[in-house]
């Protein structure tokens, strides 16, 4: 097997939950796991690109990825309560710490940021056949890319920005894929009541006044906290409260409303 110069080896990832498959070039990654979970693959299965010709985000945005200097990979899981995306977002954060040191935060509910620009995000997607279960789409920026796609320039940053030596992207892959599994069990065992005092630590959403959009309407308020369920509370000027349990948020910050995609 010929591999480019700066592609991923997926032979230097060492112990995974599951089967590993490495494309070149497809359509999505979490449209393949999904055609996989229907071929019978087992949890914990994962596909990982280098470049996705569809490549999606929440709310059907597109997801642009660096071929070779950024990660796109979607991860099968069983059924999980519904803070997994939250509890996913914050094994991100924890396998990039190990292994870069570098932080991360997070913008309610999962899009991961550093420096207050937009360093990944993930796109959770449930199914029912075979059997119930997820796909665990994560995107993230790796290493500088050496040209940028016009109008990207100023809403992003990349994990690697300022280093003088690109990152192992392998190293990343493998501790995030081993964070989010590990911790998928947790929440099963303990509930999210466990990631709950880490994941308010990393949410930089929190004591900024930001604006909720749903499909349906919007709202701007001071983010106040969150509840037991990962709900953001807002709260209004004229003191009312209103939980978010969906959608997205805009919050100040060099990226807007939180591209690139």
């Given at each position: 097997?010929?591999?480019?110069?700066?592609?991923?080896?997926?032979?230097?990832?060492?112990p995974l939950p599951g089967p590993l498959t490495y494309l070149p070039?497809?359509?999505?990654?979490?449209?393949?796991?999904?055609?996989?979970?229907?071929?019978?693959?087992?949890?914990?299965?994962?596909?990982?690109?280098?470049?996705?010709?569809?490549?999606?985000?929440?709310?059907?945005?597109?997801?642009?990825?660096?071929?070779?200097?950024?990660?796109?990979f979607s991860i099968l899981l069983p059924a999980l309560p519904p803070?997994?995306?939250?509890?996913?977002?914050?094994?991100?954060?924890?396998?990039?710490?190990?292994?870069?040191?570098?932080?991360?935060?997070?913008?309610?509910?999962?899009?991961?940021?550093?420096?207050?620009?937009?360093?990944?995000?993930?796109?959770?997607?449930?199914?029912?056949?075979?059997?119930?279960?997820?796909?665990?789409?994560?995107?993230?920026?790796?290493?500088?890319?050496?040209?940028?796609?016009?109008?990207?320039e100023f809403h992003y940053t990349t994990l690697g920005t300022g280093?003088?030596?690109?990152?192992?992207?392998?190293?990343?892959?493998?501790?995030?894929?081993?964070?989010?599994?590990?911790?998928?069990?947790?929440?099963?065992?303990?509930?999210?009541?466990?990631?709950?005092?880490?994941?308010?630590?990393?949410?930089?959403?929190?004591?900024?006044?930001?604006?909720?959009?749903?499909?349906?309407?919007?709202?701007?308020?001071?983010?106040?906290?969150?509840?037991?369920?990962?709900?953001?509370?807002?709260?209004?000027?004229?003191?009312?409260?209103?939980?978010?349990?969906?959608?997205?948020?805009?919050?100040?910050?060099?990226?807007?409303?939180?591209?690139?995609?």
């Open positions: 097997l010929m591999i480019a110069p700066r592609a991923l080896n997926p032979h230097a990832l060492g070039e497809t359509d999505s990654t979490n449209t393949q796991a999904r055609l996989g979970a229907l071929a019978g693959a087992p949890w914990g299965s994962v596909w990982v690109a280098e470049a996705q010709t569809a490549g999606r985000g929440r709310d059907g945005r597109q997801w642009q990825t660096f071929p070779y200097d950024s990660l796109a803070t997994l995306p939250l509890v996913a977002s914050l094994s991100v954060v924890r396998a990039v710490k190990a292994v870069t040191g570098r932080g991360l935060q997070i913008k309610w509910p999962n899009d991961l940021r550093r420096q207050g620009l937009k360093v990944g995000g993930i796109l959770t997607e449930g199914f029912r056949q075979p059997q119930p279960g997820l796909v665990v789409g994560i995107g993230l920026n790796i290493n500088p890319p050496a040209t940028t796609p016009e109008g990207l280093l003088p030596q690109p990152l192992p992207r392998e190293e990343v892959l493998a501790a995030i894929i081993n964070q989010l599994w590990a911790d998928s069990q947790v929440l099963v065992q303990q509930g999210f009541g466990a990631f709950y005092d880490d994941y308010v630590a990393a949410c930089d959403s929190l004591g900024q006044t930001v604006t909720w959009r749903t499909a349906t309407h919007q709202v701007s308020g001071l983010a106040a906290g969150l509840d037991a369920s990962g709900a953001l509370s807002l709260r209004q000027p004229d003191g009312t409260v209103v939980l978010c349990r969906a959608g997205d948020i805009i919050q100040p910050g060099p990226d807007g409303e939180g591209a690139p995609r």
